[in-house]
């Protein structure tokens, strides 16, 4: 598998935006995706969930897709496959957001290379790959991934 980075800078530019859709947000609260929807919330974010199996994600009326969202949101971050992010990220350009995180945390996640490439050549703001709960402060558990990663150096560096 490829291998693919980010700077902290567009981390941080990612988190300071405060409307995000969540794609593929789980309706089942004990699944991670809806604790990090829940982490989301819980920091303030106005978060929007898209599943197009759900109307609702408990409590919150989820959409089928990015482009049915209104009033639309300043970023997205797919928790999907890497097929199903190859889909989505047209339609995000077509909805005309800029900024798109795919979330992984092992594996390929929801990184696709072909969605990369895609949001590359479209000038799309991209977070290939890292989970967002490393990069919230007093993030618990969290911490500790982020550290090992520093030590070892992988964590993003600002640019």
């Known amino acids: 598998m490829a291998t693919y980075s980010s700077s902290l800078n567009v981390i941080r530019d990612f988190l300071a935006q405060k409307r995000i859709a969540i794609v593929g947000v789980s309706r089942n609260p004990k699944d991670f995706s ?32 990015v482009t049915d969202i209104q009033p639309a949101v300043d970023a997205v971050l797919l928790m999907t496959s890497p097929e199903v992010t190859e889909t989505v990220v047209p339609e995000c350009v077509k909805a005309g957001i800029r900024r798109i995180w795919m979330y992984r945390a092992g594996g390929s996640g929801a990184v696709s290379p072909k969605a990369v490439e895609f949001c590359q050549q479209n000038g799309i703001q991209l977070i290939p790959g890292e989970c967002p709960f490393m990069f919230f402060p007093h993030n618990g558990f969290h911490s500790v991934h982020g550290f090992v990663r520093k030590i070892t150096g992988s964590f993003p560096k600002a640019a």
């Not at 990090?36 to 974010?45: A, D, I, Q, S, T």
């Open 34 to 65: 809806a604790s990090l929807f829940r982490e989301f919330v819980k920091r303030g974010y106005d978060v929007v969930p898209v599943n197009p199996k759900a109307e609702e994600v408990p409590g919150w009326r989820a959409f089928a897709h």
